[in-house]
């Protein structure tokens, strides 16, 4: 009897609960072995007009304010600062933090580690999805908060030490415009017209400290977050309010700018929370 005692091995794993790996047949805990719910957005894009449903396509004409048609080709924007609501009044926050280079000077940086909750969404077809971070997924949720833009020390990042991976990181046709500047919190990109040979591509970029701004979307019923699940909100994201009262051939770059601030947080509609 004391050989075959002598012949068990205890077994290494994750013992966390919380954790999407949760080996209840462990007995050992792991050393960082142990792997948390990531919080996700899943976004379901159609355009509205005149009251009427229309498919989200990029080979399909809208109109604008003027009854101009056009075609629509992206919209990608940054939340920041994200935290799931729940129904007691306290928020959860994301685990994992990140070290930044700043640019506090053109010639001088210094290196900050801040929370990593940064977003970067990027919509040109029916469903995108986007990740946010790793959380503790736990209590009954509300719904989420957060902020559209990119706030500072983060907002001044040298974005070349990033992997492109990462939202801050170097993005195919930019979303950074230098260290002094920062981050395009929002990018709307379109062609104004609907010939053939109509190939320039418009885009309106917003940015600037002035265009920060609070988000917060409420879920219809609070749903229960489940240990060692990923939370997934799903969203409806009706483009064709982001172009309300918006002449897409007009000129004054700093009124349509300011058009389509005014619209970017109305667009969203938080329809449900799933635990995947």
């Not at 399909?60 to 919209?75: G, K, Q, S, W």
């Not at 280079?101 to 040109?124: C, H, K």
């Not at 230098?178 to 104004?192: C, H, L, M, N």
Request: charged content about 20%; glycine content about 6%; hydrophobic content about 40%.
């Amino acid at each position: 009897m004391c050989s075959l005692t002598a012949c068990y091995e205890e077994v290494e794993g994750c013992l966390d609960t919380r954790s999407t790996n949760f080996d209840l047949d462990a007995d050992l805990t792991c050393a960082d072995c142990c792997t948390y719910p990531e919080l996700q957005m899943r976004f379901r894009t159609t355009w509205s007009e005149n009251g009427e449903e229309v498919p989200l396509r990029s080979d399909t004409f809208y109109h604008d304010v003027n009854n101009n048609p056009f075609r629509f080709e992206r919209l990608r924007f940054y939340w920041s600062a994200i935290q799931v609501q729940l129904l007691d009044g306290s928020a959860l926050s994301m685990i994992d933090s990140i070290q930044l280079t700043i640019a506090e000077t053109p010639a001088d940086t210094t290196t900050r580690v801040v929370v990593d909750d940064f977003m970067l969404g990027n919509i040109s077809s029916t469903t995108a999805k986007a990740e946010v971070g790793t959380l503790y997924a736990t209590g009954l949720a509300t719904g989420f908060s957060g902020q559209l833009g990119v706030p500072d020390p983060a907002n001044k990042t040298v974005v070349g030490t990033l992997a492109s991976t990462h939202p801050l990181g170097p993005q195919i046709n930019g979303m950074n415009l230098g260290t002094e500047v920062g981050y395009i919190f929002a990018k709307v990109e379109f062609f104004q017209d609907t010939i053939a040979t109509d190939t320039l591509l418009r885009a309106i970029n917003i940015y600037g400290p002035e265009v920060l701004q609070p988000i917060a979307y409420t879920l219809l019923d609070p749903t229960t977050l489940v240990e060692g699940r990923s939370p997934v909100f799903e969203l409806d994201v009706d483009l064709g309010r982001l172009f309300n009262n918006i002449d897409v051939r007009s000129a004054d770059t700093l009124g349509m700018k300011q058009q389509f601030v005014d619209n970017l947080t109305q667009i969203f509609q938080l329809t449900k929370l799933l635990n995947e």
